[in-house]
């Protein structure tokens, strides 16, 4: 079965580093999402992306974030400059339609 | 604004008995809902969808919900429960047009005794 792929699985960085998340979403989807959800606390969309420009993004995805589809295939977040507070579990989340989204098994990020 | 509430934070069920979660949306048009299931460390799985049709939904690991639009939720439902169904459970809600911009519940945590 087909399924969102994310790497790394875990990423650890020192505050004030940057970081790519990247995604590889199922083949032909063309709606594609991140979302974090920081320990122990709910899932949060963050940003939507489609036909290669964001479509919404949410109050947390600030000047810091950014999302790209570089080479047609990988999905990426690039968070500029780390946060303690950015430390969560990132997922990206794929679609053909804007009705679904199948989500990855998500990348846990800490920030020391 | 679109919103749920899972008022359940932790459900202890024993292994063989029916298991409901409930959960209450606001949105201010037609509702996408969504049941997610999370394994400690793990990803989001979908359980189920609702769009259109019939109320009642059919998912995968023999889970079901009902959407009832007059109370606002969207239940989640087993007739048994297994030990390998202990997990966190999250209800979402989106629109037509972005259910991928979904709000999510702050779940509902599932323990299972034997």
């Known amino acids: 079965e087909p399924e969102v792929t994310q790497t790394p699985s875990h990423q650890v960085t020192q505050m004030g580093q940057e970081v790519i998340l990247r995604c590889v979403p199922i083949?032909?989807?063309?709606?594609f999402y991140w979302y974090r959800q920081i320990l122990g606390q709910k899932v949060e969309f963050l940003v939507s992306f489609y036909n290669n420009e964001i479509s919404e993004k949410s109050e947390i995805f600030d000047d810091q974030f950014s999302v790209e589809r570089p080479d047609g295939s990988n999905f990426t977040l690039k968070i500029r400059s780390t946060k303690l507070e950015d430390s969560a579990m990132y997922f990206c989340?794929?679609?053909?339609?804007?009705?679904?989204?199948?989500f990855g098994q998500g990348t846990r990020l800490t920030v020391v | 604004a679109q919103s749920v509430t899972q008022p359940d934070i932790h459900i202890t069920v024993s292994e063989g008995a029916s298991l409901e979660l409930r959960c209450n949306y606001s949105?201010?048009?037609?509702?996408?809902l969504f049941w997610y299931v999370q394994s400690p460390g793990q990803g989001l799985q979908l359980l189920l969808k609702?769009?259109?049709?019939?109320?009642l939904v059919q998912g995968i690991k023999g889970f079901e919900a009902e959407f009832k639009r007059s109370q606002s939720s969207f239940n989640l439902r087993k007739p048994s429960v297994h030990w390998s169904d202990a997990a966190e459970y999250f209800c979402?809600?989106?629109?037509?047009?972005?259910?991928?911009?979904?709000?999510f519940g702050d779940g509902t945590t599932l323990t299972v005794k034997p």
């Open positions: 949105y201010g048009a037609t509702p996408y």
């Open positions: 609702y769009f259109s049709g019939d109320t």
């Open positions: 989340a794929t679609g053909i339609r804007p009705t679904e989204a199948f």
């Open positions: 979402a809600v989106g629109g037509y047009t972005n259910a991928g911009k979904s709000t």
């Open positions: 083949s032909n989807h063309l709606y």
